[in-house]
């Protein structure tokens, strides 16, 4: 029996094997509040979209998880297993570890930008910091190959209220990911100017 280590709103995550290897496998499960044929679409949509930019993101900087199974009559990825833990519970545990922890994020967030990725879903809870010292970044779904300004601003602004709402003891947590970001980000102006514009928005709507 597959022990769970995650249930998510879409999601069910299992530690898993494959070919001997230890795993992870992440299974898009039914919703019966959706319309089946939507709901088939959705888990498919996402399932394909998840792979694709977990396996193009990945780059001498970017380290994500690597693939090694899909399943599209369960909708379930089957990938290598990270050992570590997310910087959530790592800055949770020790929130000195931002010092380490917030410039590789800024860095791996601004290789993605810079090859025309967005993430998506950037918080804490979806990079795992690994025994290793390395930040592998994971759950991909809602991101695209084809970013705009714009999403790659939602990238940032989601990462800040990550930060101010999972981590608000953390002082410079989301700073020190931003003078990084600034460091490695071809005109990092744009998406900050993106940044701010959404922010507002979100203020006066
Ligand atoms: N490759 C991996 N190795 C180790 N742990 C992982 C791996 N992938 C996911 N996890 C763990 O499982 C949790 C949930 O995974 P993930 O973020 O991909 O799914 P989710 O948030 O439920 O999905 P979604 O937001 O797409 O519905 C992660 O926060 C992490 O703790
Ligand atoms: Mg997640």
Redesign the pocket.
Known sequence: MESP???????V?TVSEFLGRKA?R?TRVPKKYRHPILDERIRST?TRN?VRIIRQSRSDIVRT?VIYDVDMSEYSIT????EGS?VKEALDKDPSVAEYVCPLIGKALADLHNRGISHG?MTT??M?LGNDGIL?I??M?LGNLNADTEEMGVDVRLLQRAFASAHPTIEKGFDTVMESYVKHKTDADAVIKKTEEIGNRARYT
């Open positions: 280590i995650a249930v998510g709103a879409e999601a995550v992870v992440k996402r998840e998880p990938m290598e297993f990270i997310t879903d809870s979806n795992i592998c994971t759950d779904s």
